[in-house]
């Protein structure tokens, strides 16, 4: 088992790799059988669990396909063990709609032999959900009357 230390020393690595986009060098940090869970949040293409480093290379390559970061920010690690809690802010641009919003988030990692075995992540997923929805795309839905529901 790692000591607190280890693990947070390795979550910290982790989130380095991710700002400076290497994800390869991300991947690496994980066990075979990396376990990625999310939240299975309606309209977002990257949501829901992904299964080992091919498939957590799957989310990354949805993920910088759907939205771009603009801030990324872990701001308190708390470690136990193998076990590191960490939360953050985020600033995301939707590239689909152009659309910003911010997300507090909480990862939670769980360590095995010096690599990251289980992530589980949390976020905003109602200001995510809003951003993916193309603006004015309820005005377009209504009845046409003649008169335009976008000033």
Known sequence: ??????????????YQKF??????GLLDLYTE??????LE????????TYRG???VAEFFRVLDEAQQVIRFEPQDFIADGDKVAVTGQATWLVRS??????????HIFTMQDGKVKR?????????????YVPSGVAATQQPDTGTSALH
């Open 1 to 14: 088992m790692m000591n607190s230390q280890e693990s947070k020393q390795l979550a910290m690595l982790g």
């Open 19 to 24: 700002q400076s986009g290497d994800i390869q």
């Open 33 to 38: 059988d990396i376990e990625w869970v999310g």
């Open 41 to 48: 949040t309606e309209n977002i293409p990257f949501s829901g």
């Open 53 to 55: 480093k091919a498939g």
């Open 97 to 106: 709609t152009g659309q910003t919003y911010e997300s507090p988030w909480v």
């Open 119 to 131: 992530f589980h992540h949390f976020n905003d997923t109602a200001a995510a959900t809003a951003a």
